[in-house]
Nanobody, 123 residues
Framework: VQLQASGGGLVQAGGSLRLSCAAS????????MGWFRQAPGKEREFVAG????????HYSDSVKGRFTISRQKAASLVYLQMDSLKPEDTAVYYC?????????????????WGQGTQVTVSS
């Protein structure tokens, strides 16, 4: 397994979770990283992305101001801190490694994907 996402679970609305993505250093040390999510019956959507050096974090409008992406480059870890969670945040969350050094909001820009972790937010 080259990308391993973890940290999902069940939380009440307004609560917080932190997702982690552990990656093989070989495949992510010079790559942008992103988080995507897919809710039942919906398309996979971009959530957040970060450049190879931890710079240029950017977010979808739906999570901006509530979620924070970060990375611990030396340990090849990427995090997604999710605060003020809403029921509409319920989805399977995936981490992914971009083809380039910078993250994109387009799923086609990512070449490697983790297996996903379920996040469920109850109202």
């Amino acid at each position: 397994v080259q990308l391993q996402a973890s940290g999902g679970g069940l939380v009440q609305a307004g609560g917080s979770l932190r997702l982690s993505c552990a990656a093989s250093r070989r495949i992510v040390s010079n790559n942008g990283m992103g988080w995507f999510r897919q809710a039942p019956g919906k398309e996979r959507e971009f959530v957040a992305g970060i450049a190879w050096d931890g710079g240029s974090p950017h977010y979808s409008d739906s999570v901006k101001g509530r979620f924070t992406i970060s990375r611990q480059k030396a340990a090849s870890l990427v995090y997604l801190q999710m605060d003020s969670l809403k029921p509409e945040d319920t989805a399977v969350y995936y981490c992914a490694a971009a083809r380039s050094a910078y993250a994109s909001s387009e799923a086609s820009a990512y070449t490697r994907w983790g297996q996903g972790t379920q996040v469920t937010v109850s109202s």
